[in-house]
């Protein structure tokens, strides 16, 4: 069973930064975040493939959220600048193991981590 493991999270002001990070149990092909407001659906954030070459982010968070890829750790990191009130939410590490040719945004997520709250506000 792979197991995720996410840190990070917590309180920041409007404008702030935040690295949240995800550390799996084994290498897996696909790596990213999906976030939660509560009452809403899950919204996917971004995912990275598993050499690091190919990544994908939601038009909400394009130029203020980089997610980027240890491999050798098999951790993957979503930093989060310009963060605003509506950034708030909980974020899930998600990973899958299943080499298909569709984009990371629409990709079936087999393992889900717990997790991490994240909000902004002053």
């Known amino acids: 069973q792979v197991q995720l493991v996410e840190s990070g999270g917590g309180l920041v002001q409007p404008g702030g930064s935040m690295r949240l990070s995800c550390e799996a149990s084994?290498?897996?092909?696909?790596m990213g975040w999906y976030r939660q407001v509560p009452g809403e659906d899950r919204e996917f954030v971004a995912a990275?493939?598993?050499?690091?070459?190919?990544?994908y982010s939601s038009d909400s968070i394009k130029g203020r959220f980089t997610i980027s890829r240890d491999g050798p750790k098999n951790t993957v990191h979503l930093q989060m600048n310009s963060l605003t009130s509506e950034d708030t939410a909980v974020y899930y590490c998600?990973?899958?193991?299943?080499?298909?040719?569709?984009?990371?945004?629409?990709?079936?997520?087999?393992?889900w981590g717990q997790g991490t709250q994240v909000t902004v506000s002053s």
């Open positions: 998600v990973a899958g193991n299943r080499m298909l040719t569709i984009s990371l945004s629409s990709y079936p997520y087999d393992y």
């Open positions: 084994s290498r897996l092909y696909a």
């Open positions: 990275i493939n598993w050499s690091g070459d190919a990544t």
